[in-house]
């Protein structure tokens, strides 16, 4: 009698079955990272745990777990898709996470990554001696923009339990996504989700904290996307020319948006020394995590020229200066410009 044909779900019985099978398929159809994994072997954890509803950093004790058929059709079907679709997986399972995290996205928003996340985390943002924030118990009003998913909105919520935090995205359907992920937080009488252009919705308000990660692609660098890239919304993506057009227009604005002893965070990719070259009195501090380095800075509102108001009874104030920002870029002559990564 001749042997039936193998198939995966057949032959495939266990998670260390399905681990290994998944691997040998990534690495054969040689996929691309960057949504919250870096390997073929980071990439089918993440979608076996995930799929299995197990916890996302705790492979080991269910390697020999032999899996029920439906478990494994599924599992099968998520990796084929992977594959054949070349979706980030992510967009697979609607689900993302920042650190432990949990965050429902689509193909409505990027895939959250910002070393954001991990920042505020760190002790830049723990308060006391050498913190930015010299008490996060302090911070009154924080504003997040191009929120898209809305996570950093959720954690700098949870990050600073006094803040009240403004939301902003120019896509509406963004908004939509962030709207599920701040209801589901816990955080959602403190998180207001605003539709418009950067600043322009928020009538002039100011904050102790901004929070960006705009888009910093560049021109070149957009149409050489890899097919996982390219399935994210070119719109939360694409930065200009050199990809910092939106990062120059935020550090111009910001001065009008910041309380006295706040603060700026933004991430923009690979391009410091551009920067660096059109703003150059502006002191910008890089904040580097474990897998980046040179790529999130740190203004404070006195290194951008935010003063005081006076306060000499019967003294009329002086006309504002022009900020160091402004300064900055008036001097910043026009150059060719290597294109922005993320």
Request: glycine share 6%; aromatic share 6%; charged share 25%.
């Given at each position: ?118 920042l505020l985390r760190s002790e830049h943002f723990a308060g006391g001696p ?213």
């Open positions: 009698m001749a042997a039936s044909s193998s198939t995966p779900l057949r032959d495939l019985l266990t998670l260390r079955d399905l681990l290994r099978w998944a691997i040998s398929r990534f690495n054969a159809a040689k996929l691309v990272y960057g949504h919250g994994t870096t390997t073929a072997l980071d990439e089918a954890a993440f979608i076996i745990l995930e799929a299995l509803h197990l916890p996302i950093d705790q492979l080991e004790p269910f390697l020999d777990a032999r899996l029920l058929e439906d478990e494994r059709r599924r599992i099968i079907d998520l990796v084929e898709a992977r594959i054949s679709t070349r979706k980030p997986a992510s967009y697979l399972l609607n689900k993302a996470y920042v650190g432990s995290v949990p965050f429902y996205v689509d193909e409505r928003v990027i895939v959250p990554r910002s070393f954001i996340g991990e050498g913190s930015l924030v010299k008490d996060p118990f302090a911070v009154r009003s924080v504003l997040d923009l191009c929120t898209g998913s809305g996570c950093l909105a959720v954690l700098a919520a949870k990050h600073f339990p006094a803040a009240e935090v403004d939301a902003v995205d120019l896509s509406e359907a963004a908004l939509e996504v962030a709207k599920i992920n701040v209801e589901a937080s816990g955080e959602a009488e403190r998180i207001s989700l605003h539709h418009g252009d950067l600043f322009k919705p928020l009538k002039g308000r100011r904050y102790d904290l901004i929070i960006t990660n705009p888009p910093y692609v560049g021109e070149e660098v957009m149409g050489e996307l890899p097919p996982e890239f390219a399935a994210e919304p070119a719109m939360a993506l694409a930065g200009g020319g050199d990809g910092l057009d939106l990062v120059r227009s935020l550090i111009l604005a910001a001065p009008d948006h910041l309380e006295v002893g706040g603060g700026m965070i933004c991430e923009i990719g690979e391009d410091r020394e551009i920067l660096e070259s059109d703003f150059p009195d502006l002191p910008f501090l890089w904040l580097d995590t474990e897998e980046s380095a040179g790529e999130v800075f740190w203004l404070s509102a006195a290194d951008l020229g935010v003063k005081p108001p006076p306060h000499a009874a019967g003294k009329t104030p002086a006309p504002r200066s022009r900020s160091k920002a402004r300064d900055a870029a008036s001097a910043a002559t026009s150059k060719a410009r290597r294109p922005a990564r993320r």
